[in-house]
Nanobody, 123 residues
């Protein structure tokens, strides 16, 4: 079992920045690929960014490339998402997720989820 706790959400103006963090506990963190997903009101949960076990490979949704950056520190059991140039349409609950198997970063391939942190981008 892996427990994930997100933090860092809040209210920010359009064009602003936020840094989300996810603290993991319970199992060997470096055994898991990690991802960030988000769910806006009335919409399905969607992939935002993912990172491999060692941090050497990073993946992004097309809509966030160049503005959001995922990183991890295995020694501290944390994964972060630096978000710059935020847009109002990116208002959502952001979730951290862990995957023990190899594969794509999709909602149904992730094994563990945090409870999410709300990001609100005002126009």
């Amino acid at each position: 079992q892996v427990q994930l706790v997100e933090s860092g959400g809040g209210l920010v103006q359009a064009g602003g920045s936020l840094r989300l963090s996810c603290a993991a506990s319970g199992r060997t963190f470096s055994n898991y690929a990690m991802g960030w997903f988000r769910q806006a009101p009335g919409k399905e949960r969607e992939f935002v960014a993912g990172i491999s076990r060692g941090g050497g490979y990073k993946y992004y949704a097309d809509s966030v490339k160049g503005r959001l950056t995922i990183s991890r520190e295995n020694a501290k059991n944390t994964v972060c998402l630096q978000m710059n140039s935020l847009k109002p349409e990116e208002t959502a609950v952001y979730y951290c997720a862990a995957r023990s198997t190899y594969g794509d970063f999709r909602v149904y391939t992730m094994d563990y989820w945090g409870e999410g942190t709300l990001v609100t981008v005002s126009s």
